[in-house]
């Protein structure tokens, strides 16, 4: 049908029409008939043009209205980013976004450590410790460090059972003991032999209780606990800080099978004492990486890619303008969206900034990491793409045209 359509149109044309008017004519034919059909299948490359209000395709939400707390598949209403949109935000306090002291805000995992209620303590010995005891005015019972050896090489050890071996107090568990405990249990018994006893104990090696601090840390590796409070700041800075690559609002502890996220930013940002918990031998810190903390701006763009956020700190503005901002030449800047998608649940917004004005909306919404930015290509470069993939047909169907074959006495 369509084919007698094309033949009734061309033979309907003047004889004196040239052959370059007849090219254009059957041009703009085809093209046309090009136009009826479906975009998705004429037009090259990924347009937004059919998800003007919602979303062309159902995404995860929670359906508020059946109360059910898993996703379900919906079209998702796209939200206009507008001056009262962001008002909302701040006022609001959104969840996920953090208002720092230096200004701005910053886009936060909650934080679900637990208050521990831990209050520091003296330390307890346990097996592998090392205590040094000197009992004053007898030096024929205190070993002497002598010149060389230190004071760990002539300490006494506490053996795996718990136990030291004291002379003239023989065999004691000072396992779960704190130094002020063994010393007056020493001098209790050894004021039996030795009158009016004054002796001092210390720990000179702490090995029985530890930490352990892995991932983007300088120095990575077991932290010992010792007389000193051991919380997360301090078992951080003892492994030498964290790296330029870590990610500070993420940060994992894992305490007999379960697992805590800590937020670290907040902590040195913003002063929340909250978060520097209290460490118990056997935890292990995690200091992850920042590579999850990316954004994603494709579309119309000069430069499209994933870009790692600076302490999950970047706003719409930033991202198009790490991007070599919008193409002046295909683009239409009236339609970028922002796809979001948290906790099972997605969410579309979409910026006008068809004026160089609405870009102060861009600055003042800021990304959560993997969102992802689309710049919507012009309706005038669909068009274009369209006409070049038609050209290579149109010139073919030309060429044939003008052919003439001996075989049919020249005739076309």
């Given at each position: 049908m369509k084919g007698k359509w094309l033949s009734s149109s061309f033979s309907g044309l003047s004889p004196a029409m040239t052959t370059s008017g007849k090219w254009f004519v059957r041009t703009g034919l085809i093209a046309g008939l090009a136009g009826a059909l479906s975009a998705c299948t004429v037009i090259p490359g990924t347009s937004a043009w059919d998800m003007r209000t919602t979303s062309s395709v159902p995404l995860p939400i929670v359906?508020?209205?059946?109360?059910?707390s898993e996703p379900v598949p919906d079209n998702v209403t796209i939200t206009p980013i507008t001056a009262d949109l962001i008002i909302a935000q701040i006022r609001n306090a959104e969840p996920g976004f953090r208002s720092t002291q230096s200004g701005g805000r910053t886009a936060v995992r909650p934080a679900t450590v637990p208050d521990f209620g831990l209050a520091h303590q003296d330390y307890e010995l346990g097996p592998g410790d090392i205590i040094n005891v000197i009992v004053w005015d007898h030096p024929e019972i205190t070993i002497p460090a002598g010149s060389y050896r230190?004071?760990?090489?002539?300490?006494?050890?506490?053996?795996?059972?718990?136990?030291?071996?004291?002379?003239?107090?023989?065999?004691?568990?000072?396992?779960?003991?704190?130094?002020?405990?063994?010393?007056e249990i020493l001098a209790q018994r050894l004021s039996k032999v030795i009158e009016n006893v004054q002796l001092d104990v210390r720990v000179v090696a702490f090995r029985s209780k530890r930490v352990y601090v892995v991932g983007e840390v300088r120095e990575p590796g077991l932290q010992p606990i010792n007389d000193i409070k051991m919380t997360l700041v301090e078992a951080i800075n003892r492994a030498g800080g964290i790296t330029i690559e870590?990610?500070?609002?993420n940060v994992l502890?894992?305490?007999?099978?379960q697992t805590w996220r800590v937020d670290l930013q907040a902590l040195y940002e913003d002063g929340d004492v909250s978060q520097n918990v209290e460490l118990q031998p056997g935890d292990i810190v995690n200091v992850p990486d920042r590579q999850l903390n990316k954004i994603f701006v494709l579309g119309e763009v000069r430069e499209p890619g994933s870009f790692v956020m600076n302490?999950?700190?970047?706003?719409?503005?930033?991202?198009?303008?790490?991007?070599?901002?919008v193409n002046q030449i295909t683009s239409d800047p009236s339609w970028i969206y922002v796809m979001r998608s948290d906790n099972g649940t997605s969410e579309l917004f979409h910026l006008n900034a068809s004026s160089p004005d609405s870009l102060l909306l861009a600055e003042g919404f800021p990304l959560r990491p993997r969102?992802?930015?689309?710049?919507?290509?012009?309706?005038?470069?669909?068009?274009?793409?369209?006409?070049?993939?038609?050209?290579?047909?149109?010139?073919?169907?030309?060429?044939?045209?003008?052919?003439?074959?001996?075989?049919?006495?020249?005739?076309?």
């Open positions: 359906d508020d209205e059946a109360r059910q230190s004071a760990e090489q002539s300490g006494t050890l506490v053996a795996d059972d718990g136990t030291i071996f004291f002379p003239y107090a023989g065999t004691l568990n000072v396992a779960g003991k704190t130094p002020r405990q063994v010393r870590a990610d500070h609002g502890l894992t305490r007999g099978g302490k999950r700190r970047t706003t719409l503005a930033e991202a198009l303008s790490e991007a070599g901002f969102d992802i930015v689309y710049v919507d290509v012009a309706a005038v470069a669909r068009w274009n793409r369209v006409v070049s993939n038609i050209l290579p047909t149109s010139q073919m169907l030309n060429l044939l045209g003008e052919t003439r074959y001996p075989l049919f006495n020249g005739r076309q």
